[in-house]
C-alpha cells in the first residue's frame, strides 16, 4: 500500500515563500511521476507542478518563475518551492504520484497554504 504525507503549508504574507514536501513509502515501481495538484474554495483542481523520474519539470503559467520542484526518484520524495507567493496562490495543495508500473495515481491528505497579509 502507498502512502504518501505531506508537510510544510502554513500562513505567509505576500511575496513570502513556503517549501512544501511529499514523502511516499510503499511499493513504487521506479518509473513515475509525481505532482502537486492545488484546490482554491469554489474551484476545480488544477495541476501545478510536474517532475518526472528523469527529472524533467512542468509548471501551470501562472506558476512559472516563482515555483520550483524538485525530487529524489530514489527516496520518492518531491518538494515544492514556492516563492514570491500572491493571494490567490492560496488552496489545499496535494501530492500525487502515478505509479507508471501499475498505472495507478496516490494522494496525499492535502495540506493548506493561505497567502495574507
Known amino acids: 500500500q502507498v502512502q504518501l504525507v505531506e508537510s510544510g503549508g502554513g500562513l505567509v504574507q505576500p511575496g513570502g515563500s513556503l517549501r512544501l514536501s511529499c514523502a511516499a513509502s510503499?511499493?513504487?515501481?521506479?518509473?513515475?511521476?509525481m505532482r502537486w495538484y492545488r484546490q482554491a474554495p469554489g474551484k476545480q483542481r488544477e495541476m501545478v507542478a510536474t517532475i518526472s523520474s528523469r527529472g524533467t519539470t512542468n509548471y501551470v503559467d501562472s506558476v512559472k518563475g516563482r515555483f520550483t520542484i524538485s525530487g529524489d526518484n530514489a527516496k520518492n520524495t518531491v518538494d515544492l518551492q514556492m516563492n514570491t507567493l500572491k493571494p490567490e496562490d492560496t488552496a489545499v495543495y496535494y501530492c500525487n504520484l502515478w505509479d507508471a508500473g501499475t498505472n495507478t495515481n496516490y494522494w496525499g491528505q492535502g495540506t493548506q497554504v493561505t497567502v495574507s497579509s
Open positions: 510503499g511499493s513504487i515501481f521506479s518509473s513515475k511521476l
